[in-house]
């Protein structure tokens, strides 16, 4: 059933039943259509009421029809309809009321919410702007400066600030249905307000808007929804409610067929199913109340400080009481900080670093029922360390290491129950960053997996599970795509213009701003440990420039240099004279063109990965690359961008 209809007291109430988020699919807009006929029609009602079923009111459009022609009836012709009912309309709000949810509550002629409710336009995220009135009634209804944070910047309202607004009209308790219909009965007994669409919008600054612009276009990052969304917006202030529907219409529809888009909808259904993999459906995780981790590093602290965001009580183990106390402090740093940005009040700072247990020594560690490991890439270190573990942790307790290539199977080598072994690759800043690679022995056992499964859900994290090789996924490919960089390097092609043209595709920063950020000499210790195992590796322009002593930001140059104090890359001639050797005369490359051979890399080694059994499905690699190594949202992914490539190349033959 998508809509349930109940008669009490001379009012309708109309209750959308869509699981899992009444999303407002096609059979839900026939029936609310058809309804909103027959309630106008029956004379014992007075009043309808709008609802959803469950703990939400209505978390959008059914995404799924983005595909496919718009099937009518449309959501702006289903809201126009609910809006000009001779009935007055009520939309009752408890949870989300998001995108298409939040729109159909503007047609109504009232709202009221429970305290739990939240309102937003999360549709710039999906590469398109709302489509149903959004960018048309919401500035009519809570005025310009505060509608285009929802709209383009995608704020979310909590229920407080919504009446303070005057989006939501009154705040009321559970069972929401019975006061909607006290909320009815007493709003019939005074004139009713004047639909929004008709209310008069006040007049804005016209600076006020160039600001909003430049700061939209600045966050956006070139993305093309949330510059659009604010133009939509301002189309209607300036032309007119009718002409600003059509408007935003337009733009909308045309979004909805662009590439962008489509980018957007994929990481969305591939994130939703990222959280629950097929294979794990049917499996009990274990419970996990506290967690030790070991490692009072950056590392360390920031999986830490992830934990406690996640309400988990935490116990950090150093080897000293001088990096002890060093951990906490850098702890402390982290929530202190949030609390600087708003995200944190005070007194909850203080709650979250007050439930992290310090300890020197593993013994504190007896009674966590997860303990990661997060302490340096060696393997002897990590060997100690599980060694230690396993003579203390009960037998029972998960135990996880943070690696980011080392074969967990051989940290886990001796260790009693192996079963409940697991690596769990988190990124830095842990607390920040959302990508967990989850990386299981082929000891570990189904429950452990589901265990580390439920534990990024926990940490609202994306988890991807990986096969064992080295580099697991992300690191693999990223170590594919530097290659290639510096393959087009010494052909003779300059570091800066194969930065900017990774700028100009939507990455924050270019394979060689990157490693002169991260430091050179990281990798370069890794190729000299190979080395120094006889594998053959062979010299490399970075290695020429660490053992020039140019490490980097964090040494003034690398490949780049650096003035004291600022991390802007400078062109650099010592950095040229350096790499000469290995390089071919300039040559200059289309930014098309060095793109395009980057991300071929990318892919073909994703197309490795998946031969191997590495990583399951092709998004798998498209959500390590967006969520941990910075490759742009709104592009997809390399394996994405590979497969739209392969259906133009078919396309046009």
């Known amino acids: 059933m998508t809509v349930k209809l109940e008669r009490r007291n001379g009012i309708a109430v109309v209750t959308i039943d869509n699981p899992p988020v009444n999303a407002l699919g096609r059979a839900v807009r026939e029936k609310l259509w058809a309804l909103a006929g027959e309630l106008d029609e029956d004379p014992s009602v007075r009043a309808v009421v709008l609802t959803g079923a469950g703990k939400l009111f209505v978390g959008g459009a059914d995404i799924t029809e983005f595909d496919r022609p718009v099937e009518p009836p449309g959501l702006p012709e289903l809201i126009a309809r609910i809006e000009a009912a001779a009935k007055p309309w009520v939309g009752a709000i408890r949870g989300v009321a998001l995108g298409g949810g939040l729109e159909i509550t503007l047609g109504c002629c009232f709202r009221i919410a429970t305290a739990d409710a939240r309102f937003a336009l999360p549709e710039t995220t999906l590469g398109i702007i709302p489509g149903a009135g959004g960018t048309q009634r919401l500035p009519r209804l809570i005025g310009i400066d505060h509608a285009i944070g929802v709209v383009a910047e995608n704020l979310t309202l909590d229920a407080a600030h919504a009446v303070e607004l005057g989006l939501v009209d009154r705040l009321v308790d559970e069972p929401l249905v019975d006061a909607a219909e006290a909320f009815v009965l007493e709003a019939l007994e005074r004139p009713l307000p004047e639909p929004v669409s008709r209310r008069p919008v006040a007049a804005v600054d016209p600076a006020r808007l160039q600001e909003a612009e430049a700061r939209i ?12 969304a604010l133009a939509a917006l301002r189309f ?8 600003g529907m059509a408007n935003e219409r337009a733009v909308f529809l045309k979004l909805r067929a662009s590439p962008e888009a489509a980018a957007l909808r994929y990481l969305f259904f591939a994130e939703r199913a990222a959280l629950r993999p097929a294979d794990m459906r049917g499996i009990t995780p274990f419970a996990i109340g506290r967690v030790g981790v070991v490692g009072g590093g950056t590392m360390g602290v920031g999986i830490a400080a992830a934990l406690r965001n996640a309400n988990l009580p935490v116990v950090l183990v150093e080897r000293d009481e001088t ?11 982290v929530f202190q900080a949030a609390r600087k940005k708003g995200g944190l009040s005070e007194a909850e700072a203080e709650r979250r670093i007050g439930a992290v247990t310090g300890a020197v020594g593993y013994a504190a560690l007896a009674e966590c029922d997860l303990v990661i ?9 990590k060997r100690a360390v599980f060694a230690e573990l396993g003579r203390i942790c009960r037998r029972d307790a998960v135990l996880a290491t943070n690696t980011s290539y080392i074969d967990p199977r051989l940290i886990a080598a001796g260790l009693p ?27 570990t056992r ?42 087009l390097l010494r052909d003779g092609v300059s570091a800066a213009a194969i930065d900017a043209a990774m700028r100009g595709f939507g990455f924050a920063m270019g394979p060689f701003e990157m490693q002169d950020m991260a430091g050179l000499d990281i990798s370069f210790l890794y190729r000299e440990a190979a080395r120094s195992r006889g594998e053959t590796v062979p010299e490399t322009p970075g290695d020429l ?27 650099s001639a010592e950095a ?11 040559q200059t490359l289309a930014p098309e063109a060095i793109v395009e051979r980057l991300l071929a890399a990318m892919a073909a080694e994703g197309q490795a990965i998946l031969a191997e059994g590495i990583a399951a499905i092709p998004t798998d690699i498209d959500l390590v690359e967006v969520h941990g190594y910075g490759f742009p949202r709104r592009r997809g992914g390399p394996m994405f961008q590979a497969s739209r490539a392969a259906n133009r190349t078919q396309d046009g033959n």
């Open 236 to 243: 209607g202030l300036e032309h007119g409610f009718a002409s």
């Open 446 to 487: 189904p429950e452990v997996l589901a265990t580390a499964f439920d534990l990024a859900r926990r940490l609202a994290k994306i988890p991807v599970r990986s096969g064992i090789c080295d580099g697991f996924i992300g690191n693999r490919i990223l170590r594919r795509y530097r290659t290639e960089a510096e393959v």
């Open 417 to 443: 129950e192996p079963g409940r072994f697991i690596g769990l690759h988190f990124f830095s800043p842990a607390q920040v960053m959302k990508l967990l690679e989850i990386v299981p022995t082929p000891a």
């Open 576 to 586: 040229a004279r350096i790499l000469a050797p290995m390089q071919a005369p300039p």
């Open 217 to 228: 276009r600045r966050a956006a990052r070139g993305a093309a929804a949330p510059p659009l």
């Open 545 to 571: 420039l660490v053992r020039a002593g140019r490490k980097g930001q964090k040494t003034g140059g690398g490949w780049y240099d650096y003035a004291p104090g600022d991390r802007t890359p400078q062109p």
């Open 373 to 381: 490991e997060a302490v340096f890439e060696d393997l002897s270190v």
């Open 323 to 333: 990096s002890l106390a060093r951990g906490m402090a850098a702890l402390a740093a």
